[in-house]
């Protein structure tokens, strides 16, 4: 039978350092807040429930724990001493009995669920507590993994570090594995008696070898184990979460002409042999099809396009864009609630809101759908093979029957029925020489100004 698996999550630090109304792990990384990032890492894992201890705003950081994970629950750690005190404020949750208990830092998005899976392996292979570890140039400020032929004996916060121990470079990154039978037992064990006054997690080690249990070390890459603490840090990981989602998207058969200049969001996807020129954003929600062209300068939320489209350059894709296979969207164009169907074009400066596009129709540059009455917004469809003649404006609610035709300069108010053309601006008039007439006033005008 596979062994069950609970996620203990520590966030109940204040945050200070973000200087921010917003709790420190709802702050997003690719599109998607840090503490999510942590408890999708625990499900690939193989965790199934997950306790949040939080210091404030529980609330809201429940709401966006429940997007990715169903069995969530809330602890209030009010008062904040110490790691261990924190993962007991989930109490009630780790009563509920687990195999596998798993400690995590909210804190740290990049945390990586092969390392977690790995902890878990010990402990299936009869490790009682598996600790993830790594081994850094600086370690200051770290507790530090103190080794005797190859077993973890202790864990050595730095102010209570000897000067030996202090040397050494294995650091904790706060991450374990402990099992789920022995969890409530050892962490009740923990006192406060160190140079803090604080209940660390850490002494759990000594206390279970004490008991004559077994403790193991893993070690994982430094980057894995990024906390963050300031904006400069979050920063620093966001480029990292980059870094790795344009090396994903690259091998997975997408080609990005300049790598750097390309952002990504958590669950963007792209299909094979799509091309992204340089300076493209792909916001939440954004997935492409096979052979899609992305030129330079695209903007991308809450859209899906299909195999074979070409896209701008200077496009804005948002709210819920659909484009079908072999569209074609050219410079300037911004769609917002679109349904864009098989072929159809938008080539220049065009704005689609609220509109449903037929298959092959052709939207001339200047084409606005004035979708909004200042109060309301309303629908523009549009048939398939119809075509929009430049700079009309198509006020909604309205609709353009099948392979219309709407003459340029138009605004159109009243539905074009399929297959008519319909022309809705001022007759042109011609006036024979009239020009010479109108030059000769102006200058008239000019002759009487005082000089
Ligand atoms: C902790 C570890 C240290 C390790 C380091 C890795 C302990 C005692 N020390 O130290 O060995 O090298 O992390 O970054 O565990 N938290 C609470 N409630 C509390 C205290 C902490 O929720 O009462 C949370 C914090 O929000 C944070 C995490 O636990 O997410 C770690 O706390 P922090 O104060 O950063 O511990 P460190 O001193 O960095
Ligand atoms: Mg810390």
């Not at 429930?49 to 994970?69: D, F, L, N, Q, T």
């Not at 140039?137 to 730095?158: D, F, K, S, V, W």
């Not at 300049?258 to 929600?285: A, C, K, M």
């Amino acid at each position: 039978m596979a062994r069950t698996c609970m996620t203990v999550i520590l966030a109940a630090g204040e945050g200070t350092r973000m200087r921010s109304a917003l709790p420190k792990v709802l702050h997003e990384i690719g599109g998607l807040p840090m503490v999510c990032h942590v408890v999708k890492a625990a499900q690939t894992a193989g965790g199934e429930a997950h306790a949040v201890v939080v210091g404030r705003e529980a609330a809201k950081v429940e709401s966006v724990v429940r997007g990715v994970a169903a069995k969530v629950s809330i602890h209030e750690q009010t008062q904040r001493l110490g790691t261990a005190h924190a993962v007991l404020s989930a109490r009630s949750a780790i009563e509920n009995g687990f195999d596998d208990l798993l400690v995590l830092f909210a804190d740290t998005p990049l945390t990586n669920p092969q390392a977690l899976a790995g902890l878990r392996a010990s402990l299936a292979d009869g490790a009682n507590v598996a600790v993830l570890g790594f081994r850094t140039a600086n370690p200051q400020g770290y507790g530090r993994l103190l080794m005797e032929n190859g077993e973890l004996t202790a864990i050595r916060e730095e102010k209570d570090a000897s000067i030996p121990e202090s040397m050494v470079d294995f650091c904790n990154g706060g991450i374990m594995a402990i099992d789920g039978r022995k969890a409530l037992e050892l962490l009740e064990a923990i006192g406060n008696a160190n140079s803090k006054g604080e209940y660390y997690l850490t002494d759990i080690v000594e206390i279970a070898r004490i008991k004559g249990l077994k403790v193991v070390a893993h070690e994982a890459a430094e980057e894995d184990l990024l906390g963050i603490n300031t904006r400069v840090e979050l920063a620093r990981v966001e480029a990292i979460w980059q870094e790795r989602k344009r090396k994903e998207m690259m091998l997975a058969g997408v080609t990005l002409v300049d790598p750097q200049s390309v952002y990504f969001s958590h669950d963007t996807r792209i299909g094979q042999d799509t091309l992204v020129e340089p300076n493209v954003f792909f916001g939440p929600g954004v997935t492409i099809g096979d052979n899609v062209v992305i030129h330079a300068f695209c903007h991308f939320t809450q859209t899906s396009i299909s195999e074979g489209c070409h896209i701008g350059p200077f496009a804005r894709m948002r709210g819920n864009a659909r484009l079908g296979r072999d569209g074609h969207v050219g410079n300037f164009v911004e769609f917002k609630n679109v349904e864009f169907g098989d072929g159809a074009k938008a080539s220049h400066l065009t704005y689609l809101g609220d509109a449903k596009i037929g298959a092959a129709a052709n939207i001339g540059a200047g084409t606005i759908t004035c979708n909004y009455d200042g109060v309301n917004k309303s629908q523009t469809i549009i048939g398939e093979n119809a075509f929009i003649g430049s700079n009309s404006s198509l006020v909604a609610p309205v609709s353009v029957g099948k392979g219309a035709y709407v003459a340029s300069g138009s605004v159109i108010v009243d539905d074009v029925p399929e297959g008519a053309m319909a022309v809705a601006r001022g007759r042109q008039v011609n006036k024979e020489g009239h020009a010479a007439t109108i030059r000769e006033r102006a200058l008239a005008k000019k002759a009487q100004k005082p000089a």
